[in-house]
């Protein structure tokens, strides 16, 4: 059985952005898996970044959101999720949106956190550990 998995924003962004293609082959293969966990806050995020950035049409944002939720377990962002991301913030000192995802992460019993963002390796309350899938030494 494999690891219950929360996908980072970051991860979406290179699945979409072809300026790294070996990173994008990577983010692919991790969200095209389906079966992670996301929150709202990652739609959200990678929502404004397609808009922003990468100058998607809404129609595509659109598409976006609903093969999101046709694909992930996507969780919201609860009065227990601030408070858990609180006490992250201050046991790990991750900045106040990654203290989200990780609490998002934890709640939801995630195993691994794929995310670009964050310590590669570091386990969070004995039971979510970030992985940062572009690292040489996480690549199969």
């Known amino acids: 059985m494999s690891a219950k998995c929360f996908?980072?924003?970051?991860?979406?962004?290179?699945?979409?952005?072809d300026k790294m293609a070996s990173k994008q082959v990577i983010a692919k293969d991790l969200i095209l898996d389906g079966s992670s966990t996301i929150s709202v806050q990652v739609i959200n995020e990678v929502s404004n970044n397609l808009l922003k950035k990468l100058q998607l049409?809404?129609?595509?944002?659109?598409?976006?959101?609903?093969?999101?939720?046709?694909?992930?377990?996507?969780?919201?962002?609860?009065?227990?999720?601030?408070?858990?991301?609180?006490?992250?913030?201050?046991?790990?000192?991750?900045?106040?949106?990654?203290?989200?995802?990780?609490?998002?992460?934890?709640?939801?019993?995630c195993e691994v956190l794929y995310t670009e963002d964050m310590q590669d390796g570091k386990l969070i309350a004995n039971s979510l550990k970030i992985i940062n899938p572009f690292n040489d030494n996480n690549i199969n």
Do not use: G
């Open 57 to 109: 049409q809404e129609s595509e944002i659109s598409s976006f959101i609903v093969n999101c939720y046709e694909r992930y377990s996507v969780v919201n962002i609860s009065q227990e999720t601030f408070i858990a991301a609180s006490e992250i913030r201050i046991n790990h000192q991750f900045s106040y949106y990654d203290s989200i995802i990780v609490a998002s992460a934890l709640i939801n019993q």
């Open 7 to 17: 996908i980072d924003s970051n991860i979406f962004i290179y699945a979409f952005c």
